[in-house]
Nanobody, 115 residues
């Protein structure tokens, strides 16, 4: 069973930065892709960034130019560097990992951006 554990969330003022980390229990190189999604109150969960096994990066338009996803296969870690944070970035951020058969989620970490 794959376990994903997020960390690095917290409270930050608008314009500030946070770096989220995701620790996987197994080899992340075995997944088709890893991603970060967020759940905001009253809205569906949306994917904000994705990185494939060949390191292609995809971003939600709302975070392009501000967020950067990266991975360290040797450490089985995935990161999300978030800069120029806005109040609308507030939400619970989840790390995800996808195989051909299913998608795994972590428990999430809260990010709150104050105006």
């Amino acid at each position: 069973q794959v376990q994903l554990v997020e960390s690095g969330g917290g409270l930050v003022q608008a314009g500030g930065s946070l770096r989220l980390s995701c620790a996987a229990s197994g080899s992340i190189s075995s997944f088709n892709y890893m991603d970060w999604s967020r759940q905001t109150p009253g809205l569906r969960r949306e994917v904000v960034a994705r990185i494939t096994s060949n390191n292609s990066e995809l971003y939600n338009d709302s975070v392009k130019g501000r967020f950067t996803i990266s991975r360290d296969n040797a450490k089985n870690m995935v990161y999300l560097q978030m800069n120029s944070l806005k109040p609308e970035d507030t939400g619970v951020y989840f790390c995800g990992a996808s195989t051909s058969f299913r998608h795994y989620w972590g428990q999430g970490t809260q990010v709150t951006v104050s105006s």
